[in-house]
């Protein structure tokens, strides 16, 4: 593990914080776990070796592509990766001349929500898009299971990462016992929020999020903390947050966020398409006839386009993130040129925020805020990789980590939209679309 390895596991489990109790039966799949789901690349597709021949390759690092590279996976585990890399004899051979190779793309911000089958359509539904990781920040019922299945060399569906519910306390004593009970349930991070809502409930104090962050550091957790004011970003970073899971949106950041942020090596996950979910429907939106969409589009797209739905969609709170998305970019920018971690994350799993399409919808509306098509696709691999914990692990094509790839027809690098064009996605060596 190299870079921002932060995800720990803690292995305390005393009696889970009764508000919680819900939560807490819906994620017994927790419970048992023994940590087998961690970071660190093992098992795969058995003792087989490919070679990936041909192609232009990015491995992720932020190193130049190689051209006409060999990137060589043994047991669906990167092996090798370069321009001189020599094929061993008896290797399945890849042949994609003409083509592009980057690492499975990795969302920062997602949420993988429903029983146990719907967890596992929607990793399905990430992964033909090439998103082939997920961190899921919460409420997640049934997906401690799925990430400590997912070394099975079998692995045909996006990777899992997870929260356990968005905790939300009221006093110090509930803020130690939430996180308590999530450290018994071994999750990966800690998730909450700390703003009103625009109003629509509490702030959470000081006092009771720092217990979070002073709990969750106990055990040995990282936790994401939801922000939507400077003030708040400043404080969470300051009190030890791992990351700031959105955009300022009240006012341009400065040098005292910019400081802690790069002093505590802290990330930014944007989440840019989050803000467009709250407003874009509206109307009819342009991308319900992108048939990149329509391939895996859901079959009830008619109900986002009532005019009771579409009036529904008219309000203050649509009117403030609309107008904050602006704001949302130059902020993402500035942090990114003062050299703070930005990690690809979109918020995709509650309604209308489609899973898959919305990341590379993200990618692009990255590069309209300023960032060459280069550092979007960094942000989305091993600099991801890096801000979650994850780095050696996926992301990149270091020797070591798992052989999840995409195989794209056009250069993103010359165009970030050419990241819709996938040819293939493989994860752990075994082609999934």
């Not at 106990?218 to 300051?238: C, F, K, R, T």
């Not at 904050?324 to 902020?331: G, M």
Request: proline share 6%.
């Amino acid at each position: 593990m190299t870079g921002r390895s932060r995800i720990r596991k803690g292995n305390g489990r005393p009696a889970p914080n009764t508000a919680l109790a819900g939560s807490v039966a819906l994620l017994l799949a927790f419970a048992g776990c023994s940590g087998t789901g961690g970071t660190d690349a093992a098992g795969g597709g058995g003792d087989g070796l490919q070679a990936f021949v041909g192609a232009t390759i990015i491995d992720g690092t932020g190193a130049a592509p190689i051209s006409g590279g060999v990137l060589l996976a043994r047991g669906g585990i990167v092996e090798a990766v370069g321009a001189g890399v020599e094929v061993p004899e008896g290797a399945e051979i890849i042949d994609l001349a003409g083509r592009w190779i980057v690492p499975g793309f990795i969302n920062a911000h997602g949420h993988v929500n429903g029983d146990l089958a719907a967890a596992q359509s929607q990793l399905d539904l990430y992964a033909y898009y090439g998103v082939t990781t997920v961190v899921s920040l919460g409420e997640e019922p049934e997906t401690g299971q799925l990430r400590d299945s997912q070394g099975d060399p079998g692995l045909d569906r996006a990777r899992i990462f997870v929260s356990g519910p968005v905790i939300a306390p009221t006093t110090p004593e509930e803020a130690r016992a939430d996180v308590e009970m999530l450290a018994a349930l071994n999750v990966d991070w800690v998730k909450t929020r700390i703003d009103d809502g625009l109003d629509t409930r509490p702030k959470t104090p000081p006092e009771v999020y720092g217990e979070i962050l002073a709990a969750a550091e106990d055990h040995g957790i990282p936790a994401a903390i939801h922000v939507v004011d400077l003030e708040d970003a400043i404080a969470v970073v300051e009190g030890g947050a791992a990351l700031v899971a959105h955009s300022v949106r009240d006012a341009p950041v400065d040098d005292v966020l910019i400081d802690a942020m790069l002093e505590a090596d802290v990330c930014l996950v944007p989440t840019l398409t989050r803000e467009i979910s709250t407003f874009i429907y509206a109307e009819r939106p342009d991308f319900f006839d992108d048939p990149f969409f329509l391939e895996r589009a859901p079959d009830d797209l008619a109900q986002f386009q009532t005019p009771e739905f579409q009036a529904s969609q008219q309000s203050d709170a649509a009117e403030f993130w609309k107008a904050a998305l602006p704001l949302a970019l130059e902020n993402m920018k500035a942090l990114h040129d003062a050299g703070v971690g930005i990690a690809m994350g979109t918020d995709t799993g509650p309604f209308a925020r489609f899973q898959g399409y919305f990341e590379h919808m993200e990618m692009e509306m990255m590069a309209d805020g300023g960032l060459t098509p280069a550092e979007v696709i960094h942000a989305s691999t091993g600099g991801a990789a890096e801000c979650m914990g994850l780095a050696g692990s996926v992301g990149t094509f270091e020797p070591g980590a798992y052989a999840d790839l995409v195989v794209l027809n056009a250069d993103p690098f010359a165009d970030i939209a050419n990241t819709r064009e996938i040819e293939s996605v493989w994860i752990s060596g075994n082609r999934i679309r």
